[in-house]
Nanobody, 123 residues
Framework: QVQLVESGGGLVQAGGSLRLSCAAS????????MGWFRQAPGKEREFVAA????????YYSDSVKGRFTISRDFTKNTVYLQMDSLIPEDTAVYYC????????????????WGQGTQVTVSS
């Protein structure tokens, strides 16, 4: 089983940047695809980005494409979400998640989740 802990959230002005980290423990990290999801107040949790277990393929939602970058460091068992050009609509709790096999945009396919980190973008 993989345990996930997110960090790096905070308050930032519109146009600013943040980098979220997701530290994983467990021996199976390298064999898992990783995803980032977010949930804004009063809204359903939604897909943000994913990276496959090899680290060579990445996927983004249309709302963040070109602004966010997902990456992973196998030596540190960590996945990152670099968020640039932030807008108020990016305000949400951000969660990282892990799944065996190929990446997916479907949160139901992920079987390990972090506790979430709050990102607030002020206008």
């Amino acid at each position: 089983q993989v345990q996930l802990v997110e960090s790096g959230g905070g308050l930032v002005q519109a146009g600013g940047s943040l980098r979220l980290s997701c530290a994983a423990s467990g021996r199976t990290f390298s064999a898992r695809s990783m995803g980032w999801f977010r949930q804004a107040p009063g809204k359903e949790r939604e897909f943000v980005a994913a990276i496959n277990w090899l680290g060579g393929s990445t996927y983004y939602s249309d709302s963040v494409k070109g602004r966010f970058t997902i990456s992973r460091d196998f030596t540190k068992n960590t996945v990152y979400l670099q968020m640039d050009s932030l807008i108020p609509e990016d305000t949400a709790v951000y969660y990282c998640a892990a799944k065996a096999g190929a990446t997916s945009r479907q949160q139901s396919q992920y079987d390990a989740w972090g506790q979430g980190t709050q990102v607030t973008v002020s206008s």
